[in-house]
């Protein structure tokens, strides 16, 4: 059975960048989306590929993928599961500038809590499904 998470887009940010919350079980996680490129990710289902995950430090891994609280990184890569132009999505910490190019940015602490959670969790309990939808809060 598929185990899924959701991300909701649910702000407008500065530029093209959205803001929300990666949902998983009880926890959630601050998200940025876009700012570069061509906007934020966009909204569909998507395949989280966890066993092709890229996990490092400052020596072996773009800055855009490090957290700038612990110097370490990772990138969890996303398959959209619909036909578009687009591609190369992932959940990563938002290092370097703020923003992404579509990818699923952590912001700050969320960053750790994540990872940790991700490392602590079962290969067959990880997630599979991610469900990206917008609701724009008034």
Not at 28 to 35: A, D, K, L, R, S
Request: glycine share 16%; net charge positive; with cysteine.
């Amino acid at each position: 059975m598929p185990i899924q998470i959701r991300f909701i887009k649910s702000k407008h940010g500065k530029g093209s960048r959205m803001i929300g919350y990666l949902k998983w079980g009880d926890a959630q996680f601050e998200i940025v989306t876009g700012g570069y490129g061509k906007g934020a990710i966009p909204d569909g289902v998507y395949k989280i590929e966890k066993r092709r995950i890229a996990a490092g430090n400052k020596s072996n891994m773009e800055s855009g993928y490090i957290n700038p609280l612990t110097g370490k990184g990772f990138f969890i890569p996303l398959k959209p599961g619909f036909s578009t132009h687009r591609h190369g999505f992932g959940i990563h910490p938002d290092g370097n500038l703020p923003g992404t190019l579509g990818c699923l940015g952590l912001q700050g602490a969320d960053t750790k809590k994540f990872w940790d959670k991700w490392i602590k969790t079962p290969m067959r309990l990880r997630p599979d499904t991610l469900i990206v939808s917008t609701k724009i809060e008034e």
